[in-house]
């Protein structure tokens, strides 16, 4: 069946660090795959997205690669701010677009200091 | 961006009585929402599907006469939790999906404590 696995947190960095967010997936045919954040007390928030091997989502410095090869969408961002302290979910549909059942990540929680 | 809300945000219901969660899609309509279970320290899990004027569709596991789902209109479906018991305490979280580009809009969730 689908499934992600992304690494458990909490991560913490002091401000302008480099952040990775590992996130693995096991799918079936050619799934979508997403980035959400949750901030504290908010919904979940579509952060990027990639629909096909090779394509790379980014937004708000954030950035992500769909690797086929080795089934990974690994979150990364070159500079961190405390602004970015938040929950981030990998998650994967079957869909090209994310009508159909999202399967999410445990979530990290990523804790940025000043 | 489009914009959906949960009430209430928190509620505590005794053990045996039902309570009801509304999720809201304040400037679009959606066709359909979804519902999920948060855990603790755990991924979010997809409870069920609500389509607009029809019976929702419920994932494995799901006893759908203890959660009920009413999607009665384009902007509004309802959760209830049945009898409730302190086993269903628990991050209830809903989303809506948007006409175009097809993307879920997510809730700020409704904490469920049941003592």
């Known amino acids: 069946g689908n499934s992600v696995t992304q690494m458990e947190g909490p991560v913490t960095l002091s401000e302008e660090a480099f952040l990775t967010i590992n996130c693995t997936y096991t799918a079936t045919g050619y799934p979508s795959l997403f980035w959400y954040v949750q901030y504290p007390g908010e919904g979940l928030q579509l952060l990027l997205k990639?629909?096909?091997?090779?394509d790379k989502g980014s937004n708000k410095g954030f950035e992500a690669t769909y690797r086929k090869e080795t089934t990974s969408f690994h979150l990364e961002k070159g500079s961190v701010q405390v602004s970015d302290s938040a929950v981030y979910f990998c998650a994967l549909s079957n869909e090209t677009y994310n009508t159909d059942k999202l399967i999410f990540g445990t979530g990290t929680r990523l804790q940025v200091f000043p | 961006g489009a914009v959906v809300s949960q009430h209430p945000s928190r509620v505590i219901c005794k053990s045996g009585t039902s309570v009801k969660i509304e999720c809201r899609s304040l400037?679009?309509?959606?066709?359909?929402m979804f519902w999920y279970r948060q855990f603790p320290k755990q991924s979010l899990m997809l409870m069920a599907t609500s389509n607009e004027g029809s019976k929702a569709t419920y994932e494995q596991g799901v006893e759908k006469d203890k959660f009920l789902i009413n999607h009665a209109s384009l902007t509004l479906s309802t959760l209830t939790v049945t009898s409730a018991h302190p086993e269903d305490s628990s991050f209830y979280i809903c989303?809506?999906?948007?006409?175009?580009?097809?993307?879920?809009?997510f809730g700020p969730g409704t904490r469920l404590t049941v003592t």
């Open positions: 989303s809506a999906l948007a006409g175009g580009p097809y993307e879920q809009y």
């Open positions: 400037d679009f309509q959606a066709t359909t």
């Open positions: 990639a629909t096909k091997a090779d």
